[in-house]
Structures are given as structure tokens and as C-alpha cells.
């Protein structure tokens, strides 16, 4: 007989969702929580198809959340990873700059990541980082140890694993998709739950639980997918562990990039195109309702506009393999098209102000009995454990939980 009565509702079983459990059950072990996801798995979406790398903390900007939640959220991620024997390595990554232009921001992100309390960050000449990545190319490198890879997919898991050990009232249900909710009635795909308070945790449908809700937003969620090539079996030799370009200021993303995976295989990518699906992970996606809600908002122009060349671009990429392979021997001129081949993609979850600026930072926020997780973004799984914690707290007092 399926229990249907909990004191706390958690929407969405990625590992945002699943870390908040995780601390909630662990601080209070008597709470009775029910985690729903709508996939038969969880860590379907964002979680399972990120790029696997341990953030260090070094692109965000001083005294955020993002920064703050990072730098702590490593060091526990690190220490679960452990405890649980799930597979990382703390192997560090260069950030590799072309050209002269690019040094000067190099020398701005290692100035911001030693104020975020990162270590050991050094600036490289090309004789040294090619100790560490024999086949990048570039003027200078930056050297950052404490990043890492890990498979996000199992840390998910794990934590599922946890929650359901501490307190075995609680429970981790999947292909339950929450449809709606009334006051401490959650209506699902698997029938009729009550819960004294919820927590959504939505990610890509983050706004559209919250507009359930009747919050008014000044933002939507706007989907951008991110194509993945991996290196072939031969080609996997000269990648050692991960390769970064410096980010252009001007642009959310970090660009494409060369990453060693847990398993062993060498993925690089990925590029950022605006998607007709929220998750629709092949080029051809395209769901009707996502489309309109995406392209009557003001802030999706908006950003078309201010970004228009950068977004052309991404998308002549995502249909050239030849493109993509260019932009790749930036930072190695040896790779050849015989190297790559297609692999896999993913969406991400990108929250937009009515102005078409990217909200850059995580937003959470406290509604009536509810809580929202309104802007997640990279490093978030990462940073899922700080993240979590702050949730708990949160919920702690605005639940009033003893």
C-alpha cells in the first residue's frame, strides 16, 4: 500500500532535489519526505547530462552564491564521494589562452579565484602547461588543481540511497509526474499526495511550478541545448584530463571545451543553441507549447538581439561538424576530423529577466508554505550539497520545523 501523506514534498529528482533530502533527512531524521520525479529514473535531465567536471569556483563572482555554494560545495562533494566510494579523481584543468587579450583575462580569473579561496593557481608558460596537456596550444595557461570529474548520475543516486536509509517513511518515487497542487494536496501521474510543505526543485520547469504556485515572475526559464563530439579510441591519447578556453565576459557560457569522463572517454563540447523543446535533446526537437511560451517572452528577443552574432554562429556549429572541429583546434590545432564523432546532448536550464540579461546567480525563494529553486545553473551540481544546506536552513525556519 502506497503511503501518500508526508511532512515535506520535494519536486524533482535531480540532485538539486535529491541533496536537499539528503540534508533535511539528515538534520532532521524523523521528517517524513517524499521525493517525486517524473522520469522512470532519476538525474534524467540536467544532472545526467552535464559535463561531469568538480567545479573549483574560479569564473564566479566574488561573495555570490554562486561562489560561496561552489567553494563549499566541492569540499563536501568531495568528502561524500569518499564516504561512499563513488568514483572521482581531483585531476585539475588548464584554462588555456590564444592570445595576448586572453592573458589579461587569465590573469583577472585567477585574481577572482584566489578571492573565491582557491589554491595552488598558477599561470603558465606554453613549456610548462604542456606538461600537463602535451597537445594545447596557446600563449599561457592557467593551472587550476582543485578541479575535478566525477559521474553526477551516481552522487544522485547515492543520496536517493541515503535518504531512504536514515528515515524508511521517506520514499524516492519515480515516473510520478506532479500535475498539481492545492494547499497540502499534490495531485501526480500516481494519484493524490498530502504534504505540509514542498519544495520544487524543477529545474528546466522551474517558472512553470512557480506560476502553479501564483508567484509572479519577472523571468521565464528558456532552454539552450549543448551538443557533445567525443575523441575516437585513437584520438583519446591527447587529452590527459580537462582543457578550457577563457570565457568571453560577454557570453554565459564557457565554451567548448575538452573533458576526461569517470569512464574514460574524452568528450568536447559543448555549444549553446536556443532549443524548441525544453528537453529536447535532438537538433530536430520541437514541442509547440515550450515554442511559444519561449518566443513571446520579451527577455528571449532581447537576448536574440543583444547576442545575435554569438547565437548565429552556435547555431551554423551545431549543424557543421567542420565548424565545430575549428573552433575545437583553437586550443589544438593537431585534431583532425577523424577524430571526433558525434556523441551525446544535453539542456540547460537558462533563466531570463523581462530585459534579456541572464540571472546569473541561484535564486531561491520562500512562498507561503512553499519554497522555490527558481535558478539553479552550473555549478550547481557541483554545489549541490551547499546548496542543500541552504535550503534546509531555510525551510528549518520558514517551515517552522523542530
Not at 521525493?35 to 573549483?56: D, M, P, Y
Not at 551554423?316 to 575549428?326: D, I, N, Q, T, Y
Request: net charge positive; with cysteine; glycine share 8%.
Amino acid at each position: 500500500m502506497q503511503k501518500t501523506e508526508f511532512d515535506i514534498a520535494i519536486v524533482g529528482g535531480g540532485i538539486v532535489g535529491l541533496a536537499t533530502a539528503f540534508k533535511l533527512q539528515c538534520n532532521l531524521p524523523n521528517l517524513n519526505l517524499v521525493v517525486f520525479e517524473k522520469e522512470k529514473e532519476l538525474a534524467f535531465h540536467q544532472t545526467g547530462r552535464n559535463s561531469g567536471v568538480i567545479h573549483s569556483g574560479l569564473y564566479y563572482q566574488n561573495g555570490s552564491l554562486k561562489a560561496k555554494n561552489c567553494v563549499e560545495g566541492r569540499r563536501q562533494l568531495v568528502q561524500f564521494a569518499e564516504e561512499n566510494k563513488i568514483d572521482f579523481e581531483v585531476c585539475g584543468k588548464i584554462v588555456v589562452a590564444i592570445n595576448n587579450k586572453e592573458t589579461e583575462r587569465l590573469i583577472q580569473l585567477k585574481n577572482n579565484g584566489e578571492k573565491n579561496g582557491l589554491t595552488g593557481l598558477q599561470l603558465l608558460s606554453p613549456e610548462k602547461f604542456k606538461k600537463i596537456e602535451p597537445n594545447a596550444e596557446g600563449v599561457q595557461a592557467l593551472w587550476v588543481p582543485e578541479s575535478g570529474i566525477i559521474n553526477y548520475k551516481e552522487v544522485a543516486n547515492k543520496l536517493a540511497e541515503k535518504v531512504k536509509s536514515i528515515n524508511n517513511s521517506s520514499e524516492v518515487i519515480t515516473n510520478c509526474e506532479v500535475k498539481n497542487y492545492n494547499n497540502s494536496e499534490i495531485k501526480t501521474s500516481k494519484g493524490t499526495f498530502k504534504a505540509n510543505h514542498i519544495i520544487f526543485c524543477g529545474g528546466l520547469f522551474a517558472d512553470r511550478l512557480a506560476t502553479k504556485d501564483k508567484i509572479k515572475l519577472n523571468m521565464q526559464i528558456v532552454g539552450f541545448r549543448g551538443d557533445y563530439y567525443e575523441l575516437t579510441e585513437q584520438a583519446k591519447s591527447k587529452v590527459s584530463n580537462l582543457i578550457y578556453p577563457v570565457p568571453n565576459p560577454e557570453f554565459p557560457f564557457l565554451g567548448v571545451h575538452f573533458t576526461r569522463m569517470i569512464g574514460g572517454k574524452i568528450e568536447c563540447g559543448p555549444n549553446a543553441v536556443f532549443t524548441f523543446k525544453r528537453e529536447g535533446y535532438s537538433k530536430t526537437d520541437f514541442n509547440l507549447k515550450d515554442t511559444l511560451q519561449a518566443l513571446s517572452f520579451s527577455g528571449t528577443w532581447r537576448l536574440f538581439i543583444n547576442h545575435w552574432k554569438f547565437g548565429l554562429n552556435e547555431y551554423k556549429r551545431a549543424f557543421s561538424k567542420s565548424l565545430f572541429l575549428k573552433e575545437l583546434q583553437k586550443m589544438m590545432p593537431s585534431l583532425k576530423i577523424e577524430d571526433i564523432i558525434v556523441g551525446r546532448s544535453g539542456v540547460r536550464a537558462m533563466a531570463l529577466g523581462n530585459d534579456g540579461e541572464v540571472i546569473d546567480d541561484f535564486k531561491i525563494i520562500k512562498n507561503k508554505k512553499n519554497i522555490h529553486v527558481l535558478n539553479a545553473p552550473s555549478p550547481a551540481a557541483t554545489a549541490c550539497l551547499a546548496i542543500g544546506e541552504q535550503i534546509m536552513l531555510e525551510a528549518k525556519t520558514h517551515f517552522n520545523l523542530k
